[in-house]
């Protein structure tokens, strides 16, 4: 059996880590270089870096700061936000990252992640799909950061993304993000249940219990929080020692 993943996600705006609910009334958390070291040094066994401003503001992502991430941690990162062509993701990946998300610009144009995976490889390319439950019942992937809801039915979207080469998927729900009162188990259990590839769970961590669930219930291959970690209600070893405690497999 495959370990199942811890994953702090750190949102980034300006230079500074931030976190908010639902994608906004965002709080400065924090340097996203020291908080990465710091989650590293914990037991993390991956890193988020998102750019959540970069696809609305029309800015290029953050080649700096990853460059200077990489200095300081040793275990691999994703970086993602206005990612829009082979070039943005060749300088993220030259300057230290282990592997890129697109989201919005792969919305626009679906080819982008078979370029992506074609150049790079299936492993560097993580398919980011920020999905809201729309009026009439059905899950739809949203672009900008959550701000614009489009047409995209979220399982056939995962699926096309599956296909084109993407190597993962982060599945963040938009209705849960930053409220801290668990995952959707039921969505993501039928949603990881449909692919051949490994999920990232995001949206709704609020304590150890939640993250034990959607690695469970959920069937998801790895849990991404922030709030949690961000404003200390429990570390990543004390959420890993309590997994292993119930039989989930995770790295100590």
Known sequence: MVAKRIIPCLDV??????KGVNFIGLQDVGDPVELGA?????????????????????RSTFTSLVERISDRINIPFTVGGGISSLSAASDLLDAGADKISVNSAAIADPTLIDSLASRYGSQFVVL?????????GRWLATTHGGRVLTERELFSWAHEGQERGAGEILLTSMEHDG????????????????LHIPVI????????????????????????????FH???CTIGEVKKELAARGIKVRL
């Not at 409220?179 to 449909?194: Q, T």
């Not at 961590?205 to 790895?222: F, K, P, Y």
């Open 38 to 58: 710091r989650y590293a040094s914990e037991g993390a066994d991956e890193l988020v870096y998102l750019d959540i401003s970069a696809t609305f503001e029309g």
């Open 128 to 136: 980011a799909i920020d999905a809201k439950l729309s009026p009439d």
């Open 13 to 18: 705006k300006d230079g500074k880590t931030v």
């Open 179 to 194: 409220v801290r009162k668990g995952y959707p188990c039921a969505l993501f259990s039928e949603f990881c249940s449909s």
């Open 231 to 233: 404003y200390g209600t």
């Open 201 to 228: 769970a995001s949206g709704g961590a609020g304590s150890t219990d939640d993250i034990a669930a959607v690695l469970t219930e959920g069937r998801a291959d790895a849990a991404l929080a922030a709030s949690i």
